[in-house]
């Protein structure tokens, strides 16, 4: 274990940056997919009757087009994570890497 | 009743075998114990992507949940739903974190910093039993699909398909398994668009007419909305507490995310994977809708009474694919589901040998003179052990659901598994004596509440669901919160010397697991 290069690291100001924007938007995003997600099963769970409802004036019902919903949410939360991540997280991280090359 | 059908099985040997010399042909390639465990981080993004929808979609997807749609409609779509969600929150708090630490298993990134010894055989403890269940559930599938395709007795199934598997394990390890994922997922998923193109087709893809015709042939609109899988609020919440947060405490899913070497490669192969499966539940959920309409209006796909399917509600997706393809197709779909078992069954396999020869053996039992031969030799005894274990649970268990077989497996990760992963890299304050003792805990609970519950208890050994004695299906609610429960007193309670120590060595493990440097 090498102690200068943990206070280093630590210490590094984009480090912090990296950890707290990374977390904060990672939790962010989880956050929204709890609510969405624990929504449908509390709705199952409390009033299921509100799924069988049908949407306007067709078939689909409202559980249906909840479930498929929160599919295509994950697909779209994903994408934006590691769209954020592959860009702005990378860069923050590379320049801690830069900061240790550099002593 | 439909005869077997000659060209459907000879099209189900041609591709199987097609199959299965890809992976004697990368078993050539597979020389160190590290080839084996994680293809020594040669699996590119999107590859990588296809391996892990590979090992996600498993029997239990595609034939389990298409029956259970076909069966139940909207309930089937909760098992979907939740199968996905745990994807992105993998990503989101957990998987950077993995891989910064370096560590090859789930029993490595627990044990970074509490005590080895103890932690790693809790560790290969809970994935073991997590590996078991999930094993019993795809080999139910491939009993059922060799009984109907062959029309061989179920046990008789039951058996050659894990001994098939032990060999293909044995011999081809994880990039062998990789690879007929990758062949695998690319064939399931053009196999199931085609079903559910066919399905629109005849339908002038109209999903009202899918849905409309659905409710004409059941004569109730049961299937629009929660039909009756779910009894009460407990067993709602409990499931979709189990299926959440299961994924994350799959061991066999966790190895996937150290076999890419790039950072933006592992991410990028997680978008696509969540891509894909979730493509793939839609697909699955028009194919039981469809299976409605195709499948149960035609007497060919029934039994001899004309009132259940040949082969049960998880044959639904075979029996669909001769509806619409005629049976090369059936014969098509039969083999990549048959491989898809295979495949997801080696990758179990793997895992949980991987826990027994890697955490339980080289780092406990062994831990001052290992070599490498030594451990493949323990790795292949293991897997003996686990398929013989499987063949014997098929049997068992041979009436249950898949699906929801799986569900139970998702309820041990989550009880046994995701409680201290979550907290070792969230909760500073977490020791061993915490982690243990709630790790525990949880595993116990969870396995007792599966045994007093309506299933076991009930329908199997007193023939009747309500004499359970513990009245819920989904234990996860009550067995995970013990787990987090216990972990949280009894770490706090740890005023130890090695207690102060692990908590001081959280802060290292928080700027390794969010830098990836070493130091």
Known sequence: MNHTVYEKIRNNPSFSQLTHSRSRFGWGLSLVLLLVYFGFIATLAFAPQYLSKPIGSGFLSVGIFAGIGIILLCFFLTGLYVHKANGEFDTLSDSVYDALRED | ??????????????????????????????????????????????????????????????????GLVYLKGFDGLIYSVGFLVGWPIILFLIAEQLRNLGKHTFAGVISYRLQQKPIRVLAAIGSITTVLVYLTAQIIGAGKLIEVLFGLPYELAVVCVGILMMLYVAFGGVLATTWVQIIKAIFLLSGASFMAYMILNYLDFSFDTLFESAVFIRDTDAIMGSGGLIEDPISAISLGVALMF???????????????????????????????????????????????????????????????????????????????????????????????????????????????????????????????????????????????????????????????????????????????????????????RGAIVGGYLGLTTVIILIILGPVVWGEIINGDALKAIFPYRYPALFSMGVAFFGIWLFSITDTSLEARKEREAYDQQFVRAQSGIEF
């Open chain 2, 1 to 66: 009743m439909r005869e077997t059908s000659m060209s459907a099985i000879i099209m189900f040997f041609v591709f199987v075998i097609a199959i299965l010399m890809v992976t004697f042909w990368a078993a050539k390639r597979t020389r160190t114990a590290k080839d084996f465990y994680v293809s020594g981080g040669r699996i590119k993004g999107l590859q990588n992507a296809l391996a892990i929808s590979g090992d996600y979609m498993s029997a239990a997807s595609f034939l389990g949940v298409s």
């Open chain 2, 246 to 432: 299961g994924t994350a405490g799959l061991p066999h899913i966790l190895m996937r995310f150290f076999s890419v070497g790039n950072a933006k490669e592992s991410r990028k192969a997680i978008f696509y994977a969540t891509g894909f499966i979730g493509y793939f539940y839609i697909l699955t959920f028009i194919i039981g809708f469809g299976a409605i309409i195709l499948v149960s209006t035609n007497p060919q796909y029934l039994d001899l009474a004309q009132t259940s399917l040949i082969g049960g509600e998880n044959m639904v997706a075979i029996h669909l694919s001769h509806a619409v393809g005629g049976e090369l197709f059936m014969g098509f779909i039969s083999a990549v589901a048959f491989t898809t078992i295979l495949a997801v069954v080696s990758g179990l396999t793997l895992a949980g040998a991987s826990a027994i020869s890697h955490d339980l053996y080289a780092n406990v039992f062994a831990k001052d003179d290992t070599d490498e031969m030594q451990e493949m030799r323990v790795l292949r005894y293991a897997i003996l052990a686990l398929g013989s274990t499987a063949i014997i649970f098929g049997i068992a268990f041979k009436e249950q659901n898949i699906a929801y077989l799986v569900g139970l497996a998702f309820a041990i990760a989550a009880s046994a598994n995701f409680p201290i992963l979550f907290l070792s890299l969230y909760w500073k304050k977490l020791t061993t």
